[in-house]
């Protein structure tokens, strides 16, 4: 299962000289919250099914061993992690590729992974990675069913509170959506164990950097915008409505 | 010369059948305690290290002083005295009669049973029998008229009404246990008063009791034939009865008597203010089975004589929440009497036996482990249990999230390291950073003081009053996380390494410091306490410490006295675990504020409930009322003298639990704030100091000492509690909020107000409402 180490800012920061990224020193890493409820459904899968391997793959510079750690505390059982400097500012479809290459080589029964991440919030990873592979897919799922043989029993979440059952043939690929499950504590005990655990690294081709769909030109803080309180009785409130309303549209109104 | 026949009349059958019971008896007796030594023997190691000969010569003196039984409940504690030093008396008595009489005497057919020795011996051991009768009866009288409510085994913080199997089964054992005792020095005494009725010995003065119960049976014209069959009966009644007591005594409540030795001869100087650290040999991490508790902490459950105090204590029981230390060892207890140390059985101890939300509750304030007589360490074992519940994943989603936010930001508020020492740019000078500049003093933040908004004020004030005072000190910056008490304390012994390894490491890299200040309460436990063991420390100071050195040498010098009369709540960390009572109060005094104490002060403080498990001050369990209501309604007086002065001497979780006091209370209680308060709950009824007279008000239960009816809150003299009788008016001085806040505190010229029973309370001044006092509903336990 592809995990994400994400970059939370924090409310004070600037970006960096060329306005296209912003400094190391202002984030705080973490898993990725999909992820991490992905990462939890993988590990009841394989506990309801009493057997199974856990691999967690991750695209992302040296520091990003860090949350593969993490996952490997919590009890997945390797961790497989790509990397090449030219991925510095990879697009979903890049990593997707790369991912691609990672499960041809695992050739594992189902792939779990997470809707979207908390800080580029693409949601495009995994649809792209079930493409590449052509491999049934389900997104933002929240609940799972599977006896480990050939078929899997999803629940979907959709629009305005419906939910989707969906039975899909394995070997799959499903995207969780967040509050599918609790993740789990790793104690900073676990999280030291976890050391011992296996990470298998691996350098992506420095062509690979190129597969992007998308750049990144300019980095900016929106203007701020004003809310205006209006006051009064509900008939002044009203009319101060249509004032502005005037005002803003012209002689259409 | 005078001595007495022992095995009068028995036949030589009869002798050796009672040697015979005897042995038995005792080896009894000692298969009890060794099958009990057998179940410690399965616990694991103590986790700390024992200072044995401290601790026995500590529990030598805690014995023969009675201090930790005199705590609180005098009259329990002088009850258990008389019971306690008859008893030994009489096993020594007992000893130097088999001294004697079986070894002595046949072997080197010396006596000394005779003479002035014996009769000393009889008079000594006559009044030992009284003060065991007189103590017995106390405690019975109390258990049955008094009813204190620490000795109700109702659950009914836990919402439970009735009483359970197992509170039954206690009541019925504490009855055994009084009954017998009473029951054997009743006999014994009436066999000495039937030898002296038959015998009528010359130096029958010298046994009080025995005398006096001889003559009464003479006077009652009793035959001596009569006398005679009854002694022999009762003389073998007598003497099975204490043989039964001998058997019985490791099997109940009497068991008290040996285990109690060793819980206060293994007790832990540090218990609660350093936590053991893990076994890394350990299977288990923290206690998950009973296998997995220490055989210290096995010893502990044994000792337990179920008096109540840390249930009464306890602040997590009074607001309600399903925790109450004595039923927590005592489940524990039962369970390890089924168990016997090992781990059969289908009952698991965390979920069956102890639910996890019972963990969860406590606040880690100390509260019990300060007051317990025997020297259990409750909070101990809940920690231990806590780490089992992290471990196992079992803890509240608030908690896990904050454990998170803790484990990457470093703080429990989850804002970026770089914000940290935000709060200093408020300041007009810039604060030193050790880590570059040299400093005398590193004032190590914490996380309330560093975030909390209102806290971040008084963070300022301070470093204003350390700046002025010419103190030379820096911080440690966005180099600081939060130095981990609670987190340790919640369970999450690893996370709490990694912080004290990045402090430490800061530290260690800084600049050179002498000292340590901080003005937050956990940080400083935990630094002063727990820091030492992974690392050389400074040592630490809180602020309040500092400043009476600012202030007592003249750095700072007050302009004006502040004329305010304040009360003070210790925080638990600060004043219970590290004992630093008066530097706070010495401020106080120095900066001209008339302290008035609260009624649960200083050892006995009331925690705020921002400790244990609720770092962010969320409630991880719901408790049927809020902890704060409970330190407020529990004092209503000092609670509102608090708030109308608003002087708060403390940085820490406890501020942000206090908030603002409801408007409307803090009006109506600020102007009936009675001048008049106790220092100390036992010297609860002194002169009023409002109408220069002995409080004329009915008497309150008081909400500390329950069980003491003569030491009870007296009340204020407010009209709603003068008894009808009493039709007089009471000269109350009434100083009106307004007034007081615009000068100085200085008694005001009184107010006449006259009342009638029942009716309000009226004051001739025009901005003066009527006010009622309010009774104070119920005891501690019933607290609503």
């Known amino acids: ?253 | 010369m005078e001595t007495r026949e022992l095995f009068w009349g028995l036949t030589a059958f009869g002798t050796i059948v009672f040697y015979l019971i005897g042995f038995s008896a005792i080896g009894a007796f000692f298969w009890g305690i060794a099958r009990s030594i057998a179940k410690y023997r399965r616990g694991r190691p103590s986790p700390v290290a024992l200072d044995w000969v401290a601790g026995a010569r500590r529990m030598v003196a805690d014995l023969l002083s009675h201090r930790t039984l005199r705590r609180r409940d005098p009259v329990a504690g002088a009850a258990h005295a008389a019971i306690f030093f008859g008893f030994v008396l009489l096993f020594i008595g007992t000893s130097i009669i088999t001294l004697e009489y079986d070894i002595v005497n046949p072997l080197f057919g010396v006596t000394f049973w005779k003479g002035s020795f014996f009769l000393v011996f009889s008079l000594v051991l006559d009044l030992a029998g009284l003060a065991v009768v007189a103590g017995v009866l106390t405690m019975m009288v109390r258990r049955a008229s008094f009813k204190p409510a620490k000795l109700d085994y109702r659950r009914t913080y836990a919402g439970e009404t009735g009483l359970r199997d197992s509170g039954r089964r206690w009541r019925i054992e504490d009855w055994i246990f009084l009954v017998a005792l009473l029951f054997i020095v009743l006999t014994g005494f009436v066999q000495e008063g039937l030898r002296h009725a038959l015998e009528a010995p010359v130096w029958g003065a010298w046994e009080p009791v025995g005398n006096a119960i001889g003559s009464l049976l003479v006077g009652l014209g009793a035959g001596a034939d009569g006398i005679a069959s009854i002694r022999a009966v009762n003389w073998w009644v007598h003497g099975i009865a204490a043989l039964a007591f001998i058997v019985a005594l490791p099997w109940y409540k009497a068991k008290h008597m040996i285990a109690a030795m060793g819980s206060l001869s293994t007790r832990d100087p540090l218990a609660l203010r350093r936590l053991p650290r893990l076994d890394p040999a350990a299977a288990t991490v923290g206690v998950g089975k009973v296998s997995d508790f220490s055989w210290k902490d096995m010893l502990d459950f044994d000792a337990c004589t179920k008096c109540g105090r840390c249930h009464e204590a306890c602040p997590a029981r009074a607001a309600g929440y399903p925790l109450s230390p004595r039923d927590l060892i005592l489940d524990l207890r039962l369970h390890n009497d089924e168990a016997q140390g090992r781990d059969e059985g289908p009952k698991r101890l965390i979920g069956d036996v102890i639910d996890p939300e019972t963990l969860w509750s406590c606040r880690s304030c100390g509260a019990c482990l300060e007051i317990c007589p025997v020297g259990i360490e409750q909070p101990v074992k809940i920690v231990q249990m806590r780490r089992q519940l992290i471990e196992s994943d079992q803890l509240d989603p608030l908690l896990r999230t904050m454990l998170n936010t803790i484990g990457t930001s470093g703080n429990s508020f989850g804002e970026p390291a770089r914000k940290r020492a935000a709060w200093t740019r408020e300041l007009e000078f810039k604060i030193k950073d050790v880590r570059h500049e040299e400093a005398e003093t590193l004032w190590f933040v914490g996380d309330q003081a560093s975030f909390d908004p209102r806290n971040q004020k008084v963070s300022r004030t301070v470093a204003r009053l350390l700046k002025a005072g010419g103190v030379d000190f820096g911080l440690l910056y966005e180099g600081e996380k939060t130095a981990g008490n609670d987190v340790r304390r919640i369970g999450e012994e690893g996370l709490f390494e990694s912080l004290v390894d990045h402090n430490l490491g800061q530290m260690k890299a800084a600049r050179p410091f002498r000292r340590i200040v901080t003005t937050d309460p956990h940080s400083l436990n935990t630094l002063h306490n727990e820091y030492p063991e992974y690392g050389e420390l400074a040592p630490v100071f809180h602020y309040t410490e500092l400043l009476v050195d600012l202030l007592e040498s003249g750095a700072l010098k007050v302009t004006k006295l502040l004329g305010l009369r304040v009360t003070y709540h210790d925080p638990c960390h600060l004043g219970r675990l590290n004992k630093r009572y008066d530097a706070p109060r010495r401020v106080l005094e120095l900066i001209g504020c008339k302290l008035i104490e609260m009624p649960r002060n200083r050892d006995n403080s009331f925690c705020c409930g921002a400790g244990g498990g609720d770092v962010s001050g969320s409630r991880i369990v719901p408790a049927r009322r809020s902890l704060r209501s409970c330190v407020f309604r529990k004092q209503p007086d000092s609670a509102a003298s608090m708030y109308s002065s608003p002087v708060v001497l403390r940085i820490s979780p406890c501020l942000k639990m206090h908030g603002k006091p409801p408007a409307s209370k803090r009006t109506s209680s600020s102007r009936i704030l009675p001048t008049w308060l106790p220092r100390r709950s036992s010297w609860r009824r002194s002169i009023c100091a409002t109408c220069r007279a002995w409080p004329t008000g009915s008497p309150q239960r008081s909400p500390i000492g329950s069980l003491r009816p003569w030491a009870t809150a007296w009340m204020p003299c407010s009209p709603a509690v003068v008894p009808w009788w009493l039709p007089r008016p009471c000269l109350r001085r009434c100083p009106s909020p307004s007034l007081r806040r615009q000068q100085p505190w200085t008694p005001r010229p009184p107010c006449l107000l006259l009342h009638r029973r029942g009716s309000l309370l009226r004051c001739r001044r025009p901005n003066c409402r009527p006010t009622r006092y309010r009774r104070a509903r119920g005891s501690a336990s019933s607290c609503r």
Request: hydrophobic share 45%.
């Open chain 1, 1 to 253: 299962m592809p995990v994400k180490q994400i970059g939370k800012l924090g409310d004070e920061f600037r970006f960096a000289d060329d306005q296209r990224s912003i400094a190391a020193e202002y984030f705080e890493y973490l898993l990725n919250e999909w992820d991490d409820t992905a990462l939890e459904q993988a590990l009841k899968t394989v506990e309801a099914l009493g057997g199974g391997e856990v691999v967690v793959v991750t695209v992302g510079p040296p520091e990003a061993e860090e949350t593969l750690r993490k996952a490997l505390a919590k009890g997945a059982h390797r961790g497989v992690r790509v990397w090449d400097a030219s991925l510095a500012d990879a697009d979903p479809v890049a990593v997707a590729r790369l991912l691609a290459g990672v499960a041809a080589q695992e050739q594992p029964d189902l792939i779990i992974a997470g809707a979207q991440s908390g800080d580029q919030s693409n949601g495009a990873t995994g649809t792209a990675l079930a493409r590449l592979l052509g491999l049934p897919c389900a997104a933002l799922v929240v609940a799972t069913d599977w006896n480990g043989k050939d078929a899997i029993t999803v629940t979907r979440e959709l629009e305005g509170g419906l939910q989707h059952k969906v039975r899909i043939d394995t070997p799959a690929l499903i995207t969780m959506q967040t509050g599918a499950n609790v993740p789990r504590y790793a104690t900073m005990r676990m999280v030291k164990l976890a050391r011992s655990k296996p990470i298998a690294e691996l350098a992506a081709d420095a062509s690979e950097g190129a597969y992007r769909a998308a750049a990144t030109h300019k980095m900016f803080v929106p203007p701020a915008t004003r809310a205006q309180m209006l006051e009064g009785g509900a008939s002044e409130v009203a009319a101060a409505v249509i004032k502005i309303i005037q005002e803003k549209m012209g002689v259409k109104a």
